[in-house]
């Protein structure tokens, strides 16, 4: 959301009524941060659709999860620390005996 706004605030630039030669800058700025905005939200979508299918204990959605969380800790320094506690909570035994195939856990 924040890339959002200062793709908002850029675009205010646009209007540039004194015509400083801003206009070209603030175009470049704009695209960067619609590009970098969308990406984030396409990023946190697919992790709260991989989420869906964890409470379900798909065990594809484990592997996926997995797979996030290992791309997760190059983004410094919230997803590292969130991509290291996703490995170690879904790599451990309890877990892992969630999503083993059998008869349906009732609760």
Request: hydrophobic share 60%; with cysteine.
């Amino acid at each position: 959301m924040s890339m959002l706004l200062l793709a908002a605030g850029a675009a205010a630039e646009l209007a540039d009524p004194a015509g400083t030669g801003v206009a070209l800058a603030s175009g470049v700025a704009v695209a960067i941060f619609l590009v970098l905005a969308i990406c984030a939200l396409l990023w946190g979508g697919t992790h709260l659709w991989v989420a869906s299918r964890l409470r379900r204990h798909q065990s594809r959605g484990r592997i996926v999860m997995i797979t996030l969380a290992v791309c997760n800790l190059v983004l410094l320094p919230f997803g590292t620390a969130l991509g290291a506690y996703a490995l170690w909570v879904l790599l451990s035994a309890t877990t892992r005996k969630l999503f083993e195939p059998g008869p349906a856990l009732t609760q």
